[in-house]
C-alpha cells in the first residue's frame, strides 16, 4: 500500500512526524488516486496498454478535478503529500512540480510547520533541477508567513541555503532561489551572513571571513549579501549605486581591496584537497581554480566593489586577475565569468592606467570570447576618454618604462644589466662586467646576489617582446586602414614611442603641408617643411618609378623594415574579377597541406571553422578584418579528399568574398566596390597562405610515391609566378650583383639561373624547387632547419628569398657538396 509506505518514509523521528503524518491521511483520497496512477502506468506498458493508458488519462483528470476544488487546508496537505510522494520507483520518475506550484500559489494560511516541512523535503532531493524546483515551491510558502513564522522556520532556511550552495544547480536558478532565502533569512536578522555564502576553505575569501567572524555588524551583513546578489557580467546603476553606500555604511572599501588582491595573488584551490570546481566534473583529474562555480557571485560582486570604491590602486589587481582566470599558461583553469567581470570593470574605471593594462592583455590572451570582450572594452574606455577606439589602442601601448630608444639600465653590483630593443623582432638582455666584457648569460655574481631583481627584468624583457610583436602586426594592419594622423600626435604615439618608435623608424611615411602634397621620407628621415598629417606609405599610391627608387635606396643602403613595405606586393581588379562581379577566383583550386594551413590563418589573425568529419566540417571558411574593421574578406576551402581521419590532410581551396559592415551585420559586397588598399591586403594574406601550404611547396613530396595530385604539382611547382614570387624576382635583381657569386646568377623569367661546375641549375621564384639542365631533371634539395641565406642582406623577411638564396649559394659551389642524396640525383640529371 502506498499509504502505508509514504507514512514510515515520511518518519524522521523529529518534530514534524505528526505534520507530516497529519497531511497524508487529511488526504487519503490522493494517496489513493497516485497509487491508481502508478499501477495503471506500469499495466500501460503491457500488451493492453491502450486500455490502460485510457485509464491512466481518467485517473490523470480525477487528480486535477479533485485538486482544483481543494480548500486552505487540504490544498496544504494535498501540497506536502504530493512532495512526499515525489520519488524514483522502478517504474518512472514521479515527480508533481506543476500541481505543487500550482496549490500552493492559490492556497493560504500556511503554517511554520509545513513551510519547514516543505523546505527539509526539498533539501531531500539529490537532483539538482528537482530539489530547485520544490525549494521554489517551498520559498513561495515562506512568503506568506508573518515575522513569527519566518523566525520560527529559521533553522530549516539556513539548512536550505547551506544545501544550495553545495547543490549543482544552473546559474540563473541558483542565483533567483539564493536572492530569496537570504532576503527572508535578512528579513528575521540582518546581521546574519548565512553559512557558505562566505566560503570558508577559499584563500581569497579569508579577508572577508575574518571581518565577519571578528567584528559582525548588520552593515556587513547587508553589504555581503548585496555583493553576492550579483549574477549578471556587469552590474546595474542601481546595483552600483547602492553599492558605494553600503561600502561606506561597512567601512569596506578596503576590505573589498583586500579580496581583489587575494583573488589576482593569494594561492589558487586545488582539486585533491578542495574537490572539484564545477559539480558536472567527475573522476581525480587534479588541477587547480581560483573561485568555485557556486561562488562566482559573490567574487565578481567584490571585483566591482574594489573597482567602484579603489580607485587607480585596483586596476593592476584587475588586469592579473584578468589574466591568470583568461590567459594561457597561468597554472589555474580558465574562468570565463570571473575573467569577463574584470575586463569590463578595466573598461570603467577611467582611469588611464587601465588603457595600458588592457592593450597588455589583448596581446597575452587568445581566448575567442575574451578577446571580443576585451575589444568592447577598449571601445568602451575609449568613449570615457573621449577618442575613437584606435586612438584608444594607440595610446594604451605601455612603454615599459623604457627610454626613448629603447632601452633600460640597471647597475647591480658593479655589473650593468641592460635591456634594449634591437630591431623589429628582436629584444636582447645584456651583460657587462666591471672589466667591460660583455655577455647574454647572467653573471654568476648577478644570479647569486639580485636573483629577485634578475626574475622581475627577464620577466620585463618577455612583455617588451610581446609588446613588440602585438605592434609590428598591429601597424602592418594599418597597410589596409589608409588612416591619417595629426603631426604632433604621430609623433607622440608613433615616431617618438621606445617601442612602437623602433618599428615606426623602419617604414616610408608620407607628409602633407600647408600646400596639401603629400611627400614620401625615407626611414629615420625628418619631413620637410612643416607637416600637418602623416600617413603610411602604400605602394599602391605610388608611380612604378617611385616604388622602384625606394626598392633600390633600401638595398642599396641596406635598411631592413620591420616588415615588407617598399617591397610589398600589389594585387588589383583582374578582367576576370570584374566579370564574376562578387568573388575572385584567382587563388582556387590549389591543394594545400590543411593542418599548415589552418596554422597560418590563426598566425596572420583569421578566423576559420576547422574541416574534419564532423557537422559543418566540409565547407571551410576563413575571415579577416581589414580598413579598421570597415571590411571582411572571406576564403573559402574544403577537404581535398575524405581521408577517413578526424581532419583531412588536404585541402582545395576556393573563392575569395567580401563583406561590408552594415551596423552589426555584415552584407556581402561587390569586388569593384571595394577599397583597393583593402582588396589588396586581402589578397596578399591569401597569397601567402596558398604559397606557403601548398603541396607545390614540398620538397618531401616526390617522395611519397603518390601521384593523386601529379597534374596540379606539376603546373603549379614551375608555373607562372605569384605577385609574391614577382616581388621576389625584383629583390634579386638588386641582390644578386651584389654577391660573390653574382657570375653564375641570371634571372630568366621564373627561374634564377645558376651555373655550377658540375652542371646548370633553375631555381624557380615561386616554389623554390629546382630542375637541372638540358633535361629538367627534378633536383630535391631539403633545407636544413633553421638555415637560410646566410650573411645575405635582405631588406624584408621572406622565408622563401632566403631558401632561395640559401640554394643558388651551394649549386654555385656544387663540387663541394658531399651530402650524397644530392650527388645521386646530379649524377642522374647528367
Known sequence: MLYDALVAESRRNDSLDDVRSAALGRVRWLVDLLERQRTEFRLSMGREYKRFEAAGAATRAEIDGRLAACADEEGRAAVLCLMLAACFDDASLWQYDAEIGSLTARVRGWTSDEVAVMLL????????????????????????????????????????????????????????????????????????????????????????????????????????????????????QKWRRTCLGLADAASARDLVAD??????????????????????????????????????????????????????????????????????????????????????????????????????????????????????????????????????????????GLAPDGSLEREWGGHRVRVAIEDATTVRLTFTRPDGGTSRTAPAAVKDGFPDALKELKALAREVRGTLSGERARIEALMSAGREWPYDEWCRYYRDHPVTGTLARGLIWEFRDADGEWRAVAPTAEPPGEPERVRLWHPIRASTHDIRAWRERLVTERLRQPFKQAFREIYLLTPAEEETGGYSNRFAAHIVHYRQLYALFKERGWQANFLGRHEGGYDGEARAEFGDGAWRACFHHEPATDDGGYAPEHAATDQVRFERRDGRRWREAPLAEVPPLVFSEAMRDVDLFVGVTSIAADPDWTDRGEDRYTGYRRTATFGALTASAEIRREALERIVPRLRIAG??????????????????????????????????YLCIVPSRGKGGGKVFLPFEDERLSLILSKALLLAADTKITDESILVQMRRGA
Not at 594561492?267 to 574537490?275: F, I, R
Not at 630568366?748 to 645558376?754: A, Q, S, T, W, Y
Not at 646548370?760 to 624547387?769: D, E, F, Q
Open 121 to 236: 523535503r526539498a533539501t531531500e532531493h539529490d537532483m539538482g533541477f528537482w530539489f530547485a524546483d520544490s525549494l521554489g515551491s517551498a520559498l513561495d510558502a515562506a512568503d506568506r508567513l508573518d515575522a513569527d513564522g519566518r523566525r520560527a522556520v529559521m533553522p530549516w532556511l539556513r539548512h536550505a541555503h547551506r544545501e544550495l550552495v553545495d547543490t549543482t544547480v544552473e546559474a540563473s536558478l541558483r542565483a533567483s532561489l539564493a536572492q530569496r532565502l537570504r532576503a527572508l533569512l535578512a528579513s528575521v536578522d540582518q546581521a546574519h551572513i548565512p553559512e557558505g555564502l562566505i566560503p570558508a576553505d577559499a584563500p581569497w575569501a579569508a579577508p572577508l571571513g575574518d571581518r565577519a567572524r571578528t567584528a559582525p555588524t548588520p552593515e556587513l551583513a547587508c553589504f555581503v549579501r548585496h555583493l553576492a546578489d550579483l549574477s549578471g557580467p556587469r552590474p546595474t
Open 259 to 400: 579580496v581583489l588582491r587575494a583573488l589576482a595573488e593569494d594561492d589558487p584551490l586545488c582539486s585533491g584537497g578542495n574537490g572539484a570546481h564545477a559539480g558536472w566534473i567527475h573522476g581525480d583529474h587534479h588541477y587547480h581554480y581560483v573561485v568555485h562555480q557556486n561562488d562566482g557571485d559573490l567574487a565578481r560582486g567584490v571585483l566591482w566593489a574594489a573597482a567602484l570604491t579603489g580607485g587607480p590602486a585596483v586596476v593592476r589587481h584587475l588586469g592579473a586577475l584578468a589574466l591568470r582566470t583568461g590567459g594561457p599558461g597561468t597554472g589555474v583553469v580558465t574562468d570565463l565569468k570571473l575573467a569577463g567581470a574584470a575586463i569590463n570593470a578595466l573598461a570603467e574605471t577611467g582611469d588611464p592606467a587601465s588603457l595600458e593594462t588592457l592593450w597588455r592583455l589583448r596581446s597575452r590572451i587568445r581566448h575567442r570570447a575574451l578577446r571580443k570582450q576585451l575589444d568592447t572594452a577598449l571601445v568602451t574606455a575609449a568613449g570615457k576618454q573621449g577618442i575613437t577606439a584606435e586612438q584608444l589602442i594607440e595610446r594604451s601601448v605601455p612603454d615599459h
Open 744 to 777: 653564375r646568377c641570371t634571372l630568366d623569367g621564373r627561374f634564377l639561373i645558376v651555373r655550377g661546375d658540375l652542371g646548370t641549375y633553375k631555381i624557380h621564384l615561386g616554389s623554390a624547387n629546382i630542375l637541372m639542365e638540358p633535361h629538367d631533371a
